[in-house]
């Protein structure tokens, strides 16, 4: 499966973006999804993930609240919603898929990933 990210930009403290995630293929349902955010120097880190049903979500502690995952299987896509956004949220944003037994937390347990997009917060 191919993942392109979209919805990235420059938007100040306190303001709002909505990343979007397209899967080519007909399997998307067969697949849960994350998000997942580098920073410079940083490590890339878990963000939220939601199962292949949507019906199961998991946020890291420092988007809980303000940050939301959805995804519409009818259109191979996957959203996140972040609002109140803040400085420390400034990273390229990933989206990936996992087909297999699903750690949704875990990077390595992702099988494909999308090229980023730009998340940019200024204070």
């Known amino acids: 499966v191919q993942l392109q990210a979209s919805g990235g930009g420059l938007v100040q403290a306190g303001g709002s973006l909505r990343l979007s995630c397209a899967a080519s293929?007909?399997?998307?349902?067969?697949?849960?999804m994350g998000w997942f955010r580098q920073a410079p120097g940083k490590e890339r880190e878990f963000v939220v993930a939601?199962?292949?049903?949507?019906?199961?979500?998991y946020y890291a502690d420092s988007v809980k609240d303000r940050f939301t995952i959805s995804r519409d299987n009818a259109k191979n896509t996957v959203y996140l919603q972040m609002n109140s956004l803040k400085p420390e949220d400034t990273a390229v944003y990933y989206c990936?898929?996992?087909?297999?037994?699903?750690?949704?937390?875990?990077?390595?347990?992702?099988?494909?990933w999308g090229r980023g997009t730009q998340v940019t917060v200024s204070s």
């Open positions: 990936a898929a996992e087909g297999g037994i699903w750690s949704p937390r875990m990077k390595d347990k992702y099988d494909y």
């Open positions: 293929g007909r399997t998307f349902s067969s697949y849960a």
């Open positions: 939601i199962s292949r049903a949507g019906d199961y979500t």
